[in-house]
């Protein structure tokens, strides 16, 4: 995937010989493809809550990590796993009431015309499900994503992830167009200009003689910049898919799970109603499980004659694991823990007031901070933002950057963050404005 904060070999010089000897062991035992976080890139050892620990003991703030989105090792989800494991592993061709149950809890955090689910072990694998059954479907093979996505690794998802670089070659069947953009365009015009480049993108598929099969976005764009609002942008989009026979595949593998705060699900905050939910990543807890849930008629003609298996997909120690997430994030509130301590973020954000800062925008615990050059023509400054990166890593604070101009820190933190740490954050990256 391309990178905004990897480490480089430029930087290798900077490190101490233990760094380098395990940098250069990694190499050549893992290969080229690797990548690596940071110009000095950590080595943790530990995690306990929002909190990650380096070899010399040194407590980093975890304000990026989606996948342990109740904070790293939660007791509930560690107890689950192991208990589960000392009783039973296999799959789901055999019956298995854990597995049922789970199904039962997860489609509940659904509307009610979304009853179905079927399991996978990566996000990659959901949104190649969801391809086999738009296909199936609809008869067609056309796709629709925006310019950055990012929604898997396998050869079929790949073609429609732009993210992965100009070396991973996007597929003859798929159209990409911009994603919304909230900092440049008003509400009204940014709602009416993706919803009339999705009729564009289909238009040109039907012109090259390829049928429509799916739009595919993530609620919240964040490979693309984060997007959050208008609450509602995307149902022109929505209704220009469905209007043109095609199905609408929201990836909620990192809006997902209570995330945005104000509700359960991305898409809900949209009044949209997508054919196919993928899920995946913060699904258990650091645990590799996914899946998707969708209409029954969608799967009804798919399931019987084209079939699904997958081996460890939905296994019961998978179950285990996402039950309990789902019992945490209702048990601890941390959907509303996500609302409240996201807008006090966004307001400490705001109050730097910085130059650089153009844009600060998001829902719950999901924020983008555009970071620019200059303020009145809304230029980006991808330099700056690497080094205000890397400035928050050496003072022991952790995020990222996306971005189609690699210029928008994202922030992503457990769901469990407090207001305490958020001032932690804010406060740090405050020091790293005022240094640059």
């Not at 963050?417 to 740090?428: G, H, I, K, Q, T």
């Amino acid at each position: 995937m391309s990178m905004v904060n990897a480490f480089s070999r430029e930087d290798f010089e900077r490190l101490n010989e233990a760094e380098r000897a395990l940098i250069a062991r990694r190499e050549k035992v893992l290969g080229p493809a690797y990548r690596l976080f940071y110009e000095k890139p950590l080595h943790l050892v530990r995690g306990e809550g929002v909190f990650l620990y380096d070899t010399a003991g040194e407590r980093y703030l975890d304000a990026y990590n989606n996948v342990a989105s109740l904070g790293h090792c939660h007791p509930r989800v560690v107890e689950a796993i192991t208990t589960q494991t000392a009783v039973l592993n296999t799959h789901t061709r055999y019956l298995h009431e854990g597995i049922v149950d789970y199904a039962e809890t997860l489609t509940a955090t659904f509307p009610d015309a979304l009853s179905q689910a079927m399991f996978t072990c990566t996000g990659s694998e959901a949104n190649d499900l969801a391809v086999r059954i738009a296909r199936y479907v609809t008869g067609g093979a056309g796709i629709i994503a925006t310019d950055l996505a990012y929604h898997g690794l396998t050869s079929a998802v790949a073609e429609f992830s732009p993210s992965l670089g100009e070396s991973v070659t996007l597929g003859p069947h798929v159209r990409t167009v911009a994603a919304p953009d909230s900092y440049r365009h008003s509400p009204e015009e940014m709602m009416e200009k993706f919803g009339r480049d999705v009729r564009a993108a289909i238009a040109d598929l039907k012109r090259h003689g390829i049928k429509p099969a799916m739009l595919i976005t993530d609620t919240i764009f964040s490979s693309d910049g984060i997007f959050a609002g208008p609450k509602g942008f995307l149902k022109p989009a929505v209704d220009a898919i469905h209007e043109a026979g095609g199905l609408f595949v929201a990836d909620e593998v990192q809006p997902g799970f209570g995330r945005t705060g104000e509700a359960m699900w991305g898409f809900e905050r949209h009044g949209v109603a997508p054919d196919m939910v993928t899920i995946g990543k913060p699904m258990g807890n650091g645990y590799p499980m996914a899946g998707i849930v969708l209409r029954p008629e969608v799967i009804a003609d798919f399931g019987p004659r084209a079939r699904y298996f997958n081996t460890f997909g939905g296994n019961p120690i998978a179950a285990a694991a996402g039950k309990a997430v789902l019992d945490t994030i209702r048990i601890e509130g941390l959907q509303q823990n996500a609302l409240e301590v996201g807008r006090h973020l966004m307001d400490g954000l705001r109050s730097l007031s910085h130059p650089a800062i153009g844009d600060v925008r998001g829902s719950g615990l999901f924020i983008g901070v555009e970071i620019v050059a200059d303020p009145a023509a809304k230029r980006a400054d991808a330099a700056l933002t690497t080094r205000i990166v890397n400035g928050l890593r050496e003072r022991r604070i952790l995020i990222s950057a996306s971005g189609p101009n690699a210029n928008i820190l994202k922030i992503r933190p457990p769901l469990v963050f407090s207001r305490e740490n958020a001032d932690m954050l804010v406060d740090a990256l405050g020091d790293v404005l005022k240094s640059r």
